[in-house]
């Protein structure tokens, strides 16, 4: 069993940058693969960013590649997202996810752990 917890979102404006924690209880978190989610009213959830156990793999969603960094402190059992440049576009509610899959197919992380969210919104 694995509980994730994030933190670090809030009210920016157009351009500035904001970093999101992803903090997990349980065992073996280098065992699993983590990820970045975000979702707005009235659409699906949809693939920020993933970074593989060993933290050497990462992939990213066009929409946020060279902007978004994610990473992870084994250590510290915990899971960042670095947001640079940020848009009114990424104003949603970003989810961190573990599991045992690794890739940018958000159906087949359902079946993994997720928080419950952190809202991130950027104004104009």
């Known amino acids: 069993q694995v509980q994730l917890v994030e933190s670090g979102g809030g009210l920016v404006q157009a351009g500035a940058s904001l970093r999101l924690s992803c903090a997990a209880s349980?065992?073996?978190?280098?065992?699993?693969?983590m990820g970045w989610f975000r979702q707005t009213p009235g659409k699906e959830r949809e693939f920020v960013a993933a970074?593989?156990?060993?933290?050497?793999?990462?992939i990213y969603a066009d929409s946020v590649k060279g902007r978004f960094t994610i990473s992870r402190d084994n250590a510290k059992n915990t899971v960042y997202l670095q947001m640079n440049s940020l848009k009114p576009a990424d104003t949603a509610v970003y989810y961190c996810?573990?599991?045992?899959?690794?890739?940018?197919?958000?159906?087949?992380?359902?079946?993994?752990?997720w928080g419950q969210g952190a809202q991130v919104t950027v104004s104009s």
């Open positions: 349980g065992r073996a978190f280098s065992t699993y693969a």
């Open positions: 996810a573990a599991s045992n899959y690794y890739g940018e197919y958000e159906r087949n992380w359902a079946n993994g752990y």
């Open positions: 970074i593989s156990g060993t933290g050497l793999r990462t």
